[in-house]
């Protein structure tokens, strides 16, 4: 069984479209894969249109940026349903990412609609926004874009407020969603798991190209908890000179099987895709 449960495309900060990651994953021959874009869906229903010329599964998800007690956290969610709930998250993380470039964009001396209009597909995100800074002359490159505006010990760093982990996952459970914790952070875990798992937390991710050392201490938390795991390559496209390979992350057919038979069972009308 060859899956793949975490990718992006150009609508967040991918550099391949919808179309050219299905393209991608047929010549990687995967059967299932999960586009799980950074807070828009706007690339789901041209990857599900394209994936039919290979039979191809694509799962409706999304991965949300949130932020808990001071941390930059990321939710997962599988077979998403786009109700006016989600619309509004998706909504408010749009005007937190536009609001974050205007203060940026002032502290760089630079128009902030060249930014805001430099490539952007959907969700502006890093990626964007470092590659602008360099194109207007802010930066000298990207290493300089990235370590002066866009890390937390930068000198022009500005953070970026999103909304609450707990309140993402309640809008994504009532949704009917499968929200999960993305490469889950190591420390204070099991108190976040448990926090978490209280609103709607069904799973975590345990399988990832970056962070592969720590899946059996994840397998493990996710047993003890009773939670499904997901995982993927969080491939962005070609990125050299390092780029996790679409279905580059081997995963065990149980962790798919388990995820599918999950939305059933909470959301017993849902069709298959």
């Given amino acids: 069984m060859t899956f793949d449960l975490h990718m992006h495309s150009h609508f967040s900060d991918g550099n391949w479209s ?3 990651l299905v393209d991608e994953a047929n ?6 894969i999960a586009l799980t874009d950074h807070d828009t869906v706007c690339g789901i229903a041209r990857a599900q249109v394209h994936a039919k010329k290979y039979d191809i599964e694509v799962i409706p998800a999304v991965e949300i940026s949130t932020q808990r007690q001071g941390k930059d956290l990321h939710i997962l ?3 998403i349903d786009p109700n006016e709930a989600l619309k509004k998250l ?3 993380q749009k005007e937190i990412r536009i609001e974050h470039v205007y203060k940026l964009a002032k502290s760089a001396g630079v128009d902030p609609s060249f930014i805001l209009n430099f490539n952007v597909k959907a969700t502006i995100g890093k990626a964007h926004i470092a590659k602008a800074l360099v194109a207007c002359g802010a930066a000298k490159d990207l290493n300089e874009a990235y370590f002066e505006f866009l890390m937390p010990k930068g000198k022009k760093f500005i953070s970026r407020n999103f909304v609450d982990t707990k309140r993402a996952v309640k809008v994504l459970s009532k949704s009917g969603a499968i929200p999960v914790l993305a490469h889950p952070p190591l420390d204070n875990l099991n108190s976040l798991i448990e926090e978490l798992k209280e609103v709607g937390l069904r799973g975590i991710e345990a399988y990832h ?6 899946t059996e201490r994840l397998l493990a938390l996710a047993k003890n908890y009773d939670l499904l ?11 050299p000179p390092f780029a ?3 279905g580059g992350v081997k995963m065990p057919k149980f962790v798919l099987e388990n995820l599918a038979s999950s939305v059933f069972e909470k959301r017993p009308g849902v069709v298959a895709i």
Wanted: hydrophobic share 25%; proline share 9%; with cysteine.
């Fill in 18 to 20: 919808p179309e050219e």
């Fill in 27 to 32: 010549n990687q021959g995967l059967k299932t």
């Fill in 77 to 79: 969610a599988y077979f």
């Fill in 90 to 92: 998706l909504d408010e």
């Fill in 209 to 214: 190209a970056l962070f592969g050392h720590n």
């Fill in 229 to 239: 795991v997901t995982g993927g390559s969080d491939c962005h496209g070609p990125y």
């Fill in 244 to 246: 996790p390979q679409l």
